[in-house]
């Protein structure tokens, strides 16, 4: 591993364009648990029967009872951890471009990245089912549940539940972007969840380096990533930040 982290850093060092992917297991150490993988929420509840949108429209109250309203709380209370730093710091260094990422925790912005694609929307706002007002997730009140809106309409996050279609034009810059980038940073990403699992094959395809940071393999793991980190997003991100700046 102390190799990996060693050639990372060069890699880094040496490209002008870099691009992240993020997914869930970058938020583990910050205590948001992931989907899938070692005490991931699908291992408790279905995700079709609560993430759908299907699921939603028709049971609005279960969906905010089981996901919605224990995901605020713990979103709310999050803070960014080591990995999220490091993306933050290089950026500072001019390494790194943009962020396209799969959470909607708000957790890369508040480490200080400021280009930041949110591939699935963000928990940070809700909108209101029928009059479509927006309004910020701290003034949701969840003292009744489902919260609604001063116009009677059921308030839902901005983030895109299954069934639903990402935002087109996050999906044309994301592409983009991975076609374009010299080295892309896939971090804490199952990599199965599509079409955001796609950007590492494009970035693959354009002739980018591909290097992944997850402590299990995925499905890119020796087909697509040029190598893989075996280990904890927030310790292999503040080890490569060591190196690079002894590099600097
Ligand atoms: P996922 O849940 O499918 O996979 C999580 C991945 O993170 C796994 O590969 C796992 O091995 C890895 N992992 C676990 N702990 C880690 C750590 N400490 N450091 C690095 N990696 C670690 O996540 P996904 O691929 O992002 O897809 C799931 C979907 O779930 C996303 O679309 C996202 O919208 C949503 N989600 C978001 C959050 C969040 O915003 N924090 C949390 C849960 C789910
Ligand atoms: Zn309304």
Request: aromatic share 6%.
């Given at each position: 591993?102390?190799?990996?982290?060693?050639k990372a850093?060069?890699?880094?060092?040496?490209s002008k364009?870099?691009?992240?992917?993020?997914?869930a297991?970058i938020?583990?150490?910050s205590?948001i648990?992931?989907?899938r993988?070692?005490g991931?929420l699908?291992?408790?509840?279905d995700?079709?029967?609560?993430?759908?949108?299907?699921?939603?429209?028709?049971?609005?109250?279960?969906v905010w009872?089981?996901?919605?309203?224990?995901?605020?709380?713990?979103?709310?209370?999050a803070i960014p951890?080591?990995a999220?730093?490091?993306?933050?710091?290089?950026?500072?260094?001019?390494?790194?471009?943009?962020?396209?990422?799969?959470?909607?925790?708000?957790?890369?912005?508040?480490?200080?990245n400021?280009?930041v694609?949110?591939?699935?929307?963000?928990?940070?706002w809700?909108?209101?089912?029928?009059?479509k007002?927006?309004?910020?997730s701290s003034r949701?009140?969840?003292?009744n549940?489902?919260?609604?809106?001063?116009?009677g309409g059921?308030?839902?996050?901005?983030?895109?539940f299954f069934g639903?279609?990402?935002?087109?034009?996050?999906l044309w810059?994301s592409?983009q972007?991975?076609?374009d980038?010299?080295l892309m940073?896939v971090?804490?990403?199952?990599?199965?969840?599509?079409?955001?699992a796609?950007?590492p094959h494009i970035?693959?395809?354009?002739g980018s380096?591909v290097?992944?940071?997850?402590?299990?393999?995925?499905?890119?793991?020796?087909?697509?990533?040029?190598?893989l980190?075996?280990g904890?997003?927030?310790?292999v991100m503040?080890s490569?930040?060591?190196?690079?700046?002894?590099?600097?």
């Amino acid at each position: 591993m102390e190799d990996l982290i060693k050639k990372a850093a060069k890699d880094l060092a040496a490209s002008k364009d870099v691009v992240a992917l993020t997914g869930a297991g970058i938020s583990v150490e910050s205590k948001i648990p992931p989907f899938r993988g070692k005490g991931g929420l699908w291992e408790k509840i279905d995700p079709m029967e609560y993430a759908h949108i299907d699921a939603f429209n028709k049971n609005p109250t279960k969906v905010w009872n089981v996901l919605l309203k224990d995901m605020k709380e713990i979103i709310d209370k999050a803070i960014p951890n080591d990995a999220h730093k490091g993306l933050a710091r290089l950026e500072e260094l001019g390494i790194l471009k943009t962020i396209i990422t799969q959470n909607i925790d708000g957790l890369h912005q508040m480490a200080g990245n400021t280009d930041v694609i949110e591939f699935h929307g963000t928990y940070a706002w809700h909108r209101c089912m029928d009059c479509k007002n927006r309004c910020k997730s701290s003034r949701i009140d969840l003292t009744n549940i489902p919260p609604l809106c001063d116009c009677g309409g059921i308030y839902r996050p901005e983030v895109v539940f299954f069934g639903e279609i990402i935002p087109p034009e996050h999906l044309w810059r994301s592409r983009q972007l991975a076609s374009d980038c010299d080295l892309m940073l896939v971090i804490g990403t199952s990599a199965t969840v599509q079409p955001a699992a796609l950007m590492p094959h494009i970035a693959k395809e354009s002739g980018s380096k591909v290097i992944e940071i997850n402590p299990e393999e995925t499905p890119l793991t020796e087909s697509i990533s040029d190598y893989l980190i075996l280990g904890k997003a927030g310790e292999v991100m503040s080890s490569i930040i060591t190196e690079l700046e002894r590099l600097l």
